[in-house]
């Protein structure tokens, strides 16, 4: 059966979104990440912008625009000036060496798709096949923060986790209700005020952005 050209850009970009994960997976640059994070956003943007123009669910081309100002925009400049105001241009210690965090990043993979593959088995999207790309965006990104220690890494972590489940929204339902997308558009614009000035804080006690510096805080 041949799959049809629409249906094929959208399999191209979750095939972009896995391998930016993994890049961003690797890199030690924190700016170098903020620009992975920020083509994350727009290759999220085109593959809603594809479902929109397939399934006939205009709806979802405002979901487009928020994801083109939010994550291609916005927040990459929100968090580029806080790297270079902060000084962390790189991401010094990390808990596992790249061979290792790439390795277990290929785990993650096999196991998101082994996971995925019942559900997209009897999906009727046509976004199907990449569910299981969605959920292994989600695991690498998750995988990111919990081997990273500077906190403003571990914030780009969880947006690009964000971006995996915005992935697999589409791919499943064809998009999340406006209601629901704009609530999760203020709580990010909202959790990146904050973490910016979480993060001049811990900048201001510590003269570091390591987490490690947070366990050496004991209650009297």
Not at 67 to 79: G, R
Not at 114 to 126: C, G, N, Q, W, Y
Not at 154 to 168: C, D, K, R, S
Request: hydrophobic letters at 60%; proline letters at 2%; one cysteine or more.
């Amino acid at each position: 059966m041949t799959v049809p050209f629409l249906s094929q850009l959208i399999d191209l970009c979750a095939a972009v979104l896995l391998l930016l994960s993994f890049s961003m997976l690797s890199q030690r640059r924190v700016l170098t990440l903020v620009v992975l994070f920020a083509l994350q956003g727009a290759t999220l943007f085109v593959s809603i912008v594809i479902v929109a123009w397939e399934t006939h669910q205009y709806q979802l081309f405002y979901s487009a625009a928020l994801t083109l100002l939010l994550k291609v925009i916005f927040l990459p400049l929100i968090l580029h000036r806080l790297i270079r105001r902060l000084g962390a241009q790189w991401e010094t210690e990390v808990l596992l060496n790249a061979p290792r965090t790439m390795l277990a990043g290929l785990l993650l993979v096999i196991f998101a798709f082994t996971l995925a593959e019942p559900i997209s088995r009897f999906a009727h999207t046509v976004t199907h096949s990449t569910l299981g790309i969605a959920l292994a965006v989600v695991m690498l990104s998750f995988l990111m923060m919990i081997t990273r220690r500077k906190a403003i890494t571990q914030v780009i972590g969880l947006l690009a986790m964000e971006n995996g489940l915005f992935f697999a929204a589409t791919s499943a339902t064809y998009g999340m209700p406006m209601v629901v997308e704009l609530g999760v558009a203020l709580d990010v614009l909202v959790g990146a005020v904050i973490f910016g000035v979480f993060f001049f804080h811990i900048r201001e006690q510590f003269d570091s952005l390591d987490l490690h510096n947070l366990e050496s805080l004991r209650e009297d």
